[in-house]
């Protein structure tokens, strides 16, 4: 079974930056696109960040773009996320995913996804 585990969660003042890991037990390499999505309390899992298997083209959320950057290394098995300037509303677990070589479903919906971390806690404070 594949594992996904996030780690460099934690708590920052607004405008501070943090970078989140995603160690995969896998080789990414055999994934297709790979994404972090966010999902605050009684809320929905929303799309974040999503780059494909060579990383030549990315995938933002709006909400984001100009401050997160997302990378993969497949020779590390790993997928990061730099998240800069960062805002209270950024608050919120989030989770790397990885999604099957093909997949039917557009790449912003977790529907495309059938692999998932536990998450990591991202805190915020202003």
């Known amino acids: 079974q594949v594992r996904l585990v996030e780690s460099g969660g934690g708590l920052v003042q607004a405008g501070g930056s943090l970078r989140l890991s995603c160690a995969s037990s896998?080789?990414?390499?055999?994934?297709?696109?790979m994404a972090w999505f966010r999902q605050a309390p009684g809320k929905e899992r929303d799309f974040v960040a999503a780059?494909?298997?060579?990383?030549?083209?990315?995938n933002y959320a709006d909400s984001v773009k100009g401050r997160f950057t997302i990378a993969r290394d497949n020779a590390k098995n790993a997928l990061y996320l730099q998240m800069n300037s960062l805002k209270p509303e950024d608050t919120a677990i989030y989770l790397c995913?990885?999604?099957?070589?093909?997949?039917?479903?557009?790449?912003?919906?977790?529907?495309?996804?059938?692999?998932w971390g536990q998450g990591t806690q991202v805190t915020v404070s202003s």
């Open positions: 896998a080789r990414t390499s055999n994934f297709g696109t």
């Open positions: 780059i494909t298997w060579s990383g030549s083209r990315t």
């Open positions: 995913a990885a999604s099957p070589p093909t997949s039917p479903y557009s790449e912003i919906y977790p529907e495309a996804y059938d692999k």
